[in-house]
């Protein structure tokens, strides 16, 4: 059973920047694409971003990119997410999550099987 773990959100203002970790517990975090995730209140959980297991690759959400940078460090079982420039809708509880053992990291959550207990990340306007 692997666990994730987020680090604490956080509340900042319109353009503000936050940064979010994901520590996961086990030894396959290195073997497996890994991907954050967001709900925000009335709404479906959504797809934020994404990163391969060995980092080769990611991919973001529109909503998101060129504001975003998702990275990992396998040797720490760590994945981060830097928020840049935020805004009121990014609002939301993150989700960090784990896919199949060396499977394409992908924005489907179907696919990923294990998943964090989230953080709030609130931006006030």
């Known amino acids: 059973q692997v666990h994730l773990v987020e680090s604490e959100g956080g509340s900042v203002q319109a353009g503000g920047s936050l940064r979010l970790s994901c520590i996961a517990s086990?030894?396959?975090?290195?073997?497996?694409?890994t991907g954050w995730f967001r709900q925000a209140p009335g709404k479906e959980r959504e797809f934020v971003a994404n990163i391969g297991w060995d980092a080769s690759s990611t991919d973001y959400a529109h909503s998101v990119k060129g504001r975003f940078a998702i990275s990992r460090d396998n040797a720490k079982n760590t994945m981060y997410l830097q928020m840049n420039s935020l805004k009121p809708e990014d609002t939301a509880v993150y989700y960090c999550?784990?896919?199949?053992?060396?499977?394409?990291?992908?924005?489907?959550?179907?696919?990923?099987?294990?998943w964090g207990q989230g953080t709030q990340v609130a931006v006030s306007s």
């Open positions: 999550a784990e896919g199949y053992q060396f499977s394409r990291p992908t924005a489907l959550r179907e696919r990923y099987v294990y």
């Open positions: 086990g030894q396959t975090f290195s073997r497996v694409p």
